[in-house]
């Protein structure tokens, strides 16, 4: 292999290794704050009149708002029934959503009553439910369907997970200010001390600090031309 070859080859290699770490870089800076997918959830429900079980479609989505997020949590079919009609706005549904990762622990939904009648011996449809969680955290939380709870003339009916779902949606957040923990770092206030506040040190703050000391600055100098301008004259 002629040398003139070789450094061809060489800057070939070196060209496409450039290539390939900023096809890497770009997809990792492009890689998705939230991931969402739609998870089978064999329900089994404990109904006054018995057991009864259904598997629905679970779809669970998010929208932020400032430090928080909207969570919406949505059936794909009916789940458990009734012997009897529900007349309109007769049930009303409510669920958790198990928290992992960065995050434990269950953030409780709900949703409005049933907006049309429901057939007796028919699967119920859920409305969507929703609450709003506030990142205590930062990091990857992922959000799990968990029990839901449906009431309806004067009876409860809880169902409960049974296959162990994955999770529906994944976000990558940041702690809310004031937060807890994050980091390993333990968020809260600063100490104040006894009968005073805590010196800002904002933008502001230091553009006064900056005027102050440009003025005192000015004085002095000010000061020590009148003074060599009054020694002058006395020598005189």
Known sequence: MSYRTYQKR???????????????STV??????????????????KTPIGNKGAVSPIDIKSVQSGSSYKITMSFQK???????????????????I???GAETGDLPVTGPPNAEAIPANTPIKISDLSGTYTPKNSGSVTFTAGVLTI???GT????????????????DVKAAAGGGTSGGSTGGSQSTPSGGTLPKTGPEDSALAFGTLGGTVLLAGAAGVLWLTRRHQAAR
């Open 10 to 24: 060489t800057g070939a290699l070196a060209l496409a290794a450039a290539l390939g770490c900023g096809a890497a």
């Open 28 to 45: 990792l800076l492009a890689a998705p704050a939230a991931q969402a997918a739609v998870q089978d959830v064999n329900y089994q429900c």
């Open 78 to 96: 009916g789940v458990s029934s009734s012997p009897v009609e529900l007349g309109k706005g007769a049930m009303s549904p409510s669920a958790v």
């Open 98 to 100: 198990k928290l992992g």
């Open 151 to 153: 009431k309806a003339l």
């Open 156 to 171: 409860t009916t809880t169902c409960t997970p049974a296959n162990s779902p994955k999770p529906s949606l994944t976000l």
